[in-house]
């Protein structure tokens, strides 16, 4: 592989990101997924990086999963998230950064239809103003919040407390990057390095230390793919999609898999427990799963957040090891402990190790 | 006749419009952009449909070309044409001017940049090649991987920039398929030992002799023909290429393991003739190429009495046809010069 052939493309695809005064818009899973993400986002950027971002506590769903699952009409849509644009205007920002890959679609999804077709936001503005009274202007800037942490991936690096280094070889970390498909895939233009060799997490790995995977199945689906998991009668489907990237990633041997989209890390890290339960395969070097991180997981996890302040206990798929293979400071007993209370639920339900 | 014609490039349009018009009495300088005149046909090894040596077709047009009537100027870059009454102002790059009392232009095609299809892999995966790739390695006499193995399975994709929205380019190539055709049947000759994959949206073998080429290939050369479009490329850890396509006969999806596949590049406008479209008010079509008077009766004429278009800066061609829109380029250009200009 020729990786200037992917600097030619990625230099290609480069956009335009804010560099302060963001409103932030939480996922409506992410929470539940991997609580610890969306608060270690804020962490980075108000206490590390001292930047303006401001949450609106009446923001709600932009309904993106609804419409991609066929159950919310387009117009209903782009009503929602007009209000929601109508509290950033409200707020006195102009610079939006959903946390959410879907949402982050839509949104450009949305921005662009009414580029081309105007009379259709005329038509939504007047929706929501009989619906609430209220306006909205256009954001100056959209960017997913990955694409504001890959901003300032060299600012994190300079502060980092440790490297996606293996800290017994010194070797680089071989990392999977894994990105969204709403990210780029529908506009390529809209992500940081494109749709076919996307940059904007490898452009992280890279700058933290770590060496990014190739691999033959990196632009297959996680498995979520909505329909494939919220339609129960396709979940077989989501998992085969799950293990052909498993099976695809394998004989790189990967170190650990990194995400920017709420439903991908779930589904690599959760069904990486089912695939072991199922069959007993593993997918990681010497026998182990490989763990699965959101891209703030690891930009703490660099910046020496404790790792069960980032949430990491609720992951599936084990993480210790690779907390260990980087020489990560932190207390295994912890784990559980929640306000000074062991809440050790000395789950079953867990891949380990070996 | 004792008239000044310029001609536009020096390719296979032009050099044969710049032999027929000395042939006619004309006098005749010839620029090309490159250090020496030939254009494609010097990164070619055989043409189809009788695999003819390119050399051959090279060599008469040289021939015709070596008379004393003809000037030729190469690693010139015409950018623009200015009529004064009667007569053609033609600039290069560098300022330097040139006046003639009419001018073909002959500027040809680019090959598709198959890097633009990135969904492919060129210029990121070693053994994704270009065609015109393929006929270096014919030329050179060996076909050979990146890291100098013999290759066992190779994937031709056609179509690669042509009949593609997604590129801006709904136009097909027409020379693509004959070439894939071509080049598999090359390849079984070099390595008679190697499988062929064509991947294809529709045979378009329209030309003498194209349809029995297509034959061959199949009966002779065992050359497998799938009809799908490759959707995407990847390389695995042994360096092979992983390449997705769906067989639309078959009605299913297929994932192949191959040591290198040929993008079929089509032809574009070149980046020469829109320069010069550009400077000089000359139309060009939806395609990009060259807009012509009239497209059954005016195919060699431009918007622009005394400019004059010959080859494929109008439209995909091939070499037969090149050669004959270029000789009737050079009937226009003599009924201009001998009827009047008005």
Redesign the interface.
């Known amino acids: 592989m020729k990786l200037e052939g992917k600097r030619a493309i990625w230099s290609e695809y480069q956009k335009e990101i804010a560099d302060d005064k963001y409103f932030y818009v939480r996922s409506c899973i992410r929470q539940n997924f991997f609580p610890g993400s969306e608060v270690a986002f804020l962490r980075i950027m108000k206490d590390i990086l001292k930047k303006d971002v401001f949450e609106h506590p009446c923001h709600t769903t932009c309904s993106g999963i609804g419409y991609h699952g066929d159950v919310v009409p387009v117009e209903t849509a782009m009503t929602v998230v007009a209000r929601q644009f109508a509290m950033m205007t409200e707020a006195g920002y102009r610079n939006y950064v959903p946390s959410c890959i879907t949402s982050f679609g839509l949104y450009t999804e949305i921005l662009e239809t009414w580029h081309h077709f105007p009379e259709i936001e005329k038509k939504v503005r007047e929706q929501l103003r009989k619906a609430t009274g209220r306006e909205f202007e256009i954001p100056n800037n959209l960017a997913h919040a990955s694409d504001v942490i890959y901003k300032f991936r060299k600012e994190i690096s300079a502060k980092a407390k440790y490297r996606l280094i293996n800290k017994n070889t010194g070797e680089p970390l071989k990392v999977v990057d894994h990105i969204g498909c709403h990210y780029s895939k529908m506009f390529p233009s809209k992500g940081v390095g494109g749709a076919e060799y996307p940059c904007v997490l490898a452009g992280m790995v890279e700058e933290w230390g770590g060496q990014v995977i190739d691999y033959p199945e990196r632009r297959h689906c996680c498995g979520f793919g909505f329909r494939q998991y919220l339609v129960q009668a396709n979940r077989g489907f989501s998992i085969a999609c799950s293990k052909e990237k498993f099976e695809s990633m394998k004989p790189y041997k990967p170190d650990m898999i990194i995400t920017n989209c709420p439903g991908c890390p779930m589904f690599l890290d959760r069904w990486q427990y089912v695939i072991n339960e199922m069959e007993g395969k593993t997918y990681g070097a010497d026998g182990e799963g490989i763990p699965v991180f959101t891209y703030e997981e690891v930009a703490g996890l660099i910046l020496g957040f404790d790792p069960w302040d980032l949430g990491l206990q609720m992951h599936q798929t084990d993480c210790e090891p690779l907390l260990r293979k980087i020489g990560i400071e932190y207390d295994p007993e912890a784990k559980y402990v929640l306000n000074g209370v062991n809440t050790n639920i000395n789950a079953s339900t867990y891949l380990e190790v070996r | 006749m004792n008239k000044h014609v310029v001609v536009i490039g020096g390719g296979v349009a032009g050099m044969e419009a710049a032999g027929q018009l000395m042939l006619s009495g004309c006098r005749v300088s010839l620029f090309e952009k490159d250090e020496k005149p030939g254009g494609h046909l010097n990164e070619w090894f055989k043409l189809f449909p009788d695999r003819r040596k390119s050399s051959e077709v090279k060599e008469y047009l040289d021939n015709i070309t070596s008379g004393e009537g003809i000037k030729i100027i190469t690693g010139k870059t015409i950018e623009k044409i200015v009529q004064n009454k009667n007569q053609f102002h033609v600039s290069d790059k560098d300022g330097s001017e040139y006046t003639a009392d009419a001018v073909v232009v002959a500027t040809g095609f680019d090959l598709f940049k198959s890097?633009r299809k990135?969904?492919y892999?060129?210029?990121?995966?070693?053994n994704v090649i270009s065609s015109a790739d393929l006929e270096g390695m014919f030329r050179k006499g060996s076909i050979s991987l990146a890291d100098g193995r013999i290759p066992e399975t190779i994937g031709i994709v056609h179509c690669v920039g042509s009949r593609d929205e997604k590129v801006g380019n709904l136009y097909c190539s027409k020379l693509c398929c004959a070439t894939a055709v071509k080049q598999a049947i090359e390849i079984r000759e070099h390595l008679p030992s190697a499988k062929v994959f064509c991947f294809y949206m529709d045979m378009r073998m329209g030309g003498a002799l194209y349809e029995e080429l297509y034959r061959e290939s199949q009966e002779k050369y065992c050359i497998n023909y799938i009809r799908g479009k490759v959707s995407?490329v990847?390389?695995?850890?042994t360096n092979k290429l992983?390449v997705k396509v769906e067989d639309t006969l078959a009605g299913r999806p297929l994932k192949m393991e191959l040591d290198m596949l040929v993008l079929m590049a089509g032809m574009e406008m070149s980046e020469g003739g829109m320069k010069i479209a550009a400077a000089s008010g000359l139309p060009t079509g939806e395609n990009r190429f060259f807009s012509t008077a009239d497209h059954h009766f005016g195919s060699n004429k431009s918007n622009i009495k005394g400019i004059f278009y010959a080859g494929t800066c109008t439209m995909p061609m091939n070499i037969t046809e090149t050669i004959s829109h270029a000789r009737a380029a050079v009937m226009d250009v003599i009924e201009y010069l001998k009827e009047g200009k008005e």
């Open positions: 890097a990135e969904e892999g060129y210029g990121i995966y070693d995407e990847s390389e695995n850890i992983v």
